[in-house]
């Protein structure tokens, strides 16, 4: 098994870097997904087309890590349906994630189409690096957030400006969390039993997913059975 990589909860020092470690807690955490992102296109099961960044290239580095705080489930997502994945920094528990490193335009890049904004406009990361979170708006993935460093470079993702008991939680669909599932399962460093258990215990996956679920939708590329 892959060894988690382990991340500096200080802020950086370094408030202008060339790179960050863009750490996906959803369906990004798959390879295909994040392509759609900074390649452009669309993927099977979608129905978004993604203009891509500005530099197509690919992360030149995606390692495991893990999160403090809480990963749920809420809104209706337009490109999957069901419920997205969200990430409450304030919450207790531990998140599993998957930290890709990327240039600074990536980032802004990947999160403007996860804005729904055109890329190619830079997002201004001086205040994230300073406080360790930023609100560019009140959106669904508008608030940056820094929980710390990784070989002196900030550890960055982005979620909603609520936390995880402030809105309804809603389902994912099985298309959303086969990718998101599949993207932890290629990190190397979780094996699909500890992935099933932590993806049902979700809130808003855990009103429909059950661990078994999980597995059998994990292992046999079906659709799971819902509770």
Known sequence: MTVLKSIDPTLPDDHHPEQVWYTSYGSNMHLDRLAAYIKGGRLPGANREYPG???????????????TGAMYF????????????????????RVLARAHLVSVDQFSDIAAQEMYREP??????????????????????????CAGQMEGLPVLTFTAPWGVNDVQWVPPSAAYVRFLASGL??????????????????PGASDRWSQDALVALLCDGAAGTAR
């Open 53 to 67: 960044c500005r530099n197509p290239a690919m992360p030149s580095r995606s390692l495991p890590v893990e999160l």
């Open 74 to 93: 809420a809104t209706e997502s337009p490109v999957w349906g069901g419920g997205r994945a969200f990430y409450d920094p304030d919450a207790r528990g």
């Open 120 to 145: 190619g406009a830079g997002v201004d990361l001086s205040g994230v690096l300073a406080e360790g979170r930023a609100v560019l708006g009140d959106g669904r993935y508008e608030t940056l957030v």
């Open 185 to 202: 399962l290629s990190a190397g460093a979780w094996d699909v039993g500890t992935v099933a258990s932590y993806v049902a215990a979700c």
